[in-house]
């Protein structure tokens, strides 16, 4: 059940992250709930007491029944104050957790699928439900004990009215039910809910804008938020109506054994087989017990969402377990080798047809190596691959003669990346290019990292030079072309120490003149990180990159088609000299 997952992830959690705070809630949140029945009896004997002329008794018991109702006062008082603070606690303890499961432990290619995206969702909007969740299981486990107490008092009445806290499964059950029509309205909401927090981020970033405007798109992509709003909404709406339904019924039920269990006092009452404080007592706990109740499964509701958010939690941890491919640890080689691949396939996930097929290739070290191809021919998969994001579907990657798979840059082959999709990092300069490698980070490292991506000029730009802030989103900072964010990427990329250096369309932001520029600044750095026996990957729709490069590989449907030296492809002819020749004729080239 979704509320025993609650309970295991809840309780180690709270031991854990805090005990002392959490004993001590316990221990108010207790004595708070067993001060309500012992209110009730106090009403009944007080009562009592009046009617029999027993003024001095009735006065004691009001004082007792001050002093009871003051404890129960005061002791949820300060239980709020502790749980409050362990709930915060517990709450940013699942963060973390969080964050680790759905970037550490689960692989970057079942990351990128939409259920996996959908899952996170829930899980990221179902933290929130956390910090009550506390709450709700010290007030659940108070309410049993609570009741347990008022169902004894109330069976000294009448044996019969001990069944009143069976009609308590009316609710639960009810509510469970309640509930599932929840879950399973956000899971079928979830797909329209992506699309339009995906057309909302489109509609607001300041690139998106622009582009809406010229393209006088505004409208229809609004038009298309609110619809894909609307219909998650819609289903979200008929989820819950349902569940208000079924939960009503279950009070309806509730209520109706209420009323009978008063029915029953008031009769023996009127034949002189209870006393008025017999029935003041069952009408103080029939209130109590239907109160009790409810509170009950409006907790176990709590307690369930919270469940299915620890459901969610172990489903995107599961994801990096459920991945059986081998995970070979890279081991020093006997020497600088380069990078052989054997028959290295790669299928995305969900998907049938092979991104990268039958790959076989000896990358040798100290080689500058371009790769090139049309769109969608598998040039960022298989440097995915060869980086260790991806883990081959079959096949081997051999890293100086040794298999493994280099993930995250462990063992002897540590990697440098820029990708096209980079990070525009708003920090102060010097972060934003030093968090590269954080182990060197310092003025004159970031300053050597800059020349190398050819943004030596940006300092002497700013107003604060190293130690001004870049972009202006999170603060009033100074804003950056397109090609001055790829140059800080590139610096960025170069301050850390590689044996594969991976360049991903490195001049992409760039205009021709730029590009020609920084191209001999490029090959200056490729050739430094290959002259330490690494290899240099430069990926780039642009073929002046590849002449530059000691060999090239042409990628084409997933395929290596072609592999050698920009020479003896371009004289072989082929899809590399057709390439060649189409773009000498878009860009008028020799």
Known sequence: ??????????????????????????????????????????????????????????????????????????????????????????????????????????????????????????????????????????????????????????????????????????????????????????????????????????????????????????????????????????????????????????????????????????????????????????????????????????????????GRTAEQFAWLSAQGENDARPRVPVRPGSGADGITLHEVFFTYPGRSIPAVREISVKIPAGNVVAIVGENGSGKSTLVKLLCGLYAPTSGRILLDDVPGDGRRGDGPWPVAAMFQDFARIELTLLESVGVGDLTRMSGMTVTEALGKGGAETLPGALPDGLLSIVGTRYAQGAELSGGQWQKLALARTFMRRSRLLVLDEPTAAFDPFAEHELVSVLTDAARDAAGSGGVTLVVSHRLSMARMADLVMVMDEGRLVAYGTHEELRAEGGLYADMIARQAHAYHED
């Not at 001590?24 to 009592?48: C, E, I, Q, R």
């Not at 239980?79 to 432990?105: G, I, K, P």
């Not at 699928?113 to 009550?132: C, I, K, S």
């Open 1 to 306: 059940m979704t509320s025993l997952a609650a309970i295991r992830l809840l309780v180690p959690l709270a031991v854990r992250v805090d005990r002392r705070r959490l004993v001590l809630s316990a221990l108010l949140m207790g004595m708070g709930y067993l001060a309500t029945p012992l209110v009730a009896l106090n009403l009944k004997l007080f009562t009592d007491a009046i009617l029999r002329g027993e003024q001095r008794t009735a006065f004691a018991l009001v004082g007792s029944l001050g002093l009871l109702i003051v404890a129960e006062l005061m002791c949820a008082h300060f239980a709020h104050l502790s749980y409050y603070e362990l709930s915060e606690l517990c709450q940013s303890a699942l963060n973390s957790r969080l964050f680790t499961a759905a970037n550490d432990d689960v692989p970057l290619e079942r990351r990128e699928q939409p259920d996996y995206a959908d899952m996170l969702h829930l899980a990221q909007t179902g933290l929130w439900r956390t910090t009550g969740a506390i709450e709700a299981l010290l007030q659940f486990s108070g309410l049993v004990i609570q009741l347990l107490v008022s169902t004894v008092l109330i069976a000294g009445i009448h044996p019969g009215l001990a069944l009143l806290p069976q009609l308590a499964p009316f609710l639960l059950v009810s509510g469970h039910l309640a509930e599932q029509f929840g879950k399973r309205a956000e899971q079928r909401a979830a797909e329209s809910g992506r699309q339009a927090r995906h057309l909302l981020k489109l509609a607001a970033s300041p690139s998106g804008v622009v582009e809406l405007r010229i393209a006088r798109m505004e409208r229809e992509v609004i038009g298309r938020y609110r619809q894909a709003r609307e219909a998650a909404g819609n289903i979200l709406w008929w989820g819950r109506l349902r569940a208000a339904v079924i939960r009503g019924l279950g009070q309806v039920l509730f209520s109706l054994g209420c009323i009978g269990a008063l029915f029953l006092v008031f009769t023996q009452v009127a034949v002189g087989d209870a006393t008025v404080g017999d029935f003041v007592l069952a009408l103080a706990l029939v209130i109590q017990v239907g109160t009790q109740v409810a509170s009950g499964a409006s907790l176990f509701g709590v307690l369930q969402r919270t």
